[in-house]
T-cell receptor, first 114, second 114 residues
Framework: DAGVIQSPRHEVTEMGQEVTLRCKPI?????LFWYRQTMMRGLELLIY????????DSGMPEDRFSAKMPNASFSTLKIQPSEPRDSAVYFC????????????FGDGTRLSIL | AQSVTQLGSHVSVSEGALVLLRCNYS??????LFWYVQYPNKGLQLLLK??????LVKGINGFEAEFKKSETSFHLTKPSAHMSDAAEYFC????????????FGQGTRLTINP
C-alpha cells in the first residue's frame, strides 16, 4: 500500500520567495494533519482537515502560512513570503475515522530558507 | 487538556541490554496512547498503540508497552537492544472525548553502544 506521499523531499530557497509543500494522503483516510518539526520546538501541529474541511488552524504561526485541501487526495501548505525562521522539516499525516486510529506520516519536506 | 512527559531526552544502552523509555500522560478521560519511532530523515512510524483493550501491548520490532492507569504511565520496553533500534521515540496521547489531535511528548533519542 502506498503511504503518505510528500513532495518535494528537500527545498532550498531564498528569503521572500513563495514555498509550496504538497501532500497526498492515504486513500480512504478522512483526516489530514500538517506538522512542523524543529530542534527547538519539537513536533508542532499546524493545521488539520476532516473531509477536506479545515477544522483547527490554531497552530499556524502567522498569516504567511496557508493550507488548502481541494480534494480528498491532495493538500498544500504554502508559505508566502518565506523567512529563515521557517526552516524546518514539515510533515503531513493522515488518519482514518476514529481517534483510536494511528496517524500515518509521510517522510517530510526539509525546508531551508536562506 | 492532555499532556505527555517523556523522561530523559537521551537514553543510551549497550547492545543486548534492556531498553526502557518512560512516558507519563495526563488526560481527563481514559486515553488512547501511541508510541512512534523516527529514523533519520524519515517520518514517524507507529510502533504500537493502546486503545483500552489489553494493558500490555506488543508492537513491531520486539517492543512492548504497558498501560498503568494508577501511575498514568505507558513505558516502552524491549528486552534486548539491537543496533538498528537507534532512533528517536515519541509517545503521544489522544483522548476519547472527541479531540482528533495527538499530543506528542518531546521525544527520547535512543543510542545503542556496541
Amino acid at each position: 500500500d502506498a503511504g503518505v506521499i510528500q513532495s518535494p523531499r528537500h527545498e532550498v530557497t531564498e528569503m521572500g520567495q513563495e514555498v509550496t509543500l504538497r501532500c497526498k494522503p492515504i486513500s480512504g483516510h478522512d483526516y489530514l494533519f500538517w506538522y512542523r518539526q524543529t530542534m527547538m520546538r519539537g513536533l508542532e501541529l499546524l493545521i488539520y482537515f476532516n473531509n477536506n474541511v479545515p477544522i483547527d488552524d490554531s497552530g499556524m504561526p502567522e498569516d504567511r502560512f496557508s493550507a488548502k485541501m481541494p480534494n480528498a487526495s491532495f493538500s498544500t501548505l504554502k508559505i508566502q513570503p518565506s523567512e529563515p525562521r521557517d526552516s524546518a522539516v514539515y510533515f503531513c499525516a493522515s488518519r482514518g475515522q476514529g481517534s483510536n486510529q494511528p496517524q500515518h506520516f509521510g517522510d517530510g519536506t526539509r525546508l531551508s530558507i536562506l | 487538556a492532555q499532556s505527555v512527559t517523556q523522561l530523559g531526552s537521551h537514553v543510551s544502552v549497550s547492545e543486548g541490554a534492556l531498553v526502557l523509555l518512560r512516558c507519563n500522560y495526563s488526560s481527563s478521560v481514559p486515553p488512547y496512547l501511541f508510541w512512534y519511532v523516527q529514523y533519520p530523515n524519515k517520518g514517524l512510524q507507529l510502533l504500537l498503540k493502546y486503545t483500552s483493550a489489553a494493558t500490555l501491548v506488543k508492537g513491531i520490532n520486539g517492543f512492548e508497552a504497558e498501560f498503568k492507569k494508577s501511575e498514568t504511565s505507558f513505558h516502552l520496553t524491549k528486552p534486548s537492544a539491537h543496533m538498528s533500534d537507534a532512533a528517536e521515540y515519541f509517545c503521544a496521547v489522544s483522548d476519547l472525548a472527541g479531540a482528533q489531535k495527538l499530543v506528542f511528548g518531546q521525544g527520547t533519542r535512543l543510542t545503542i553502544n556496541p
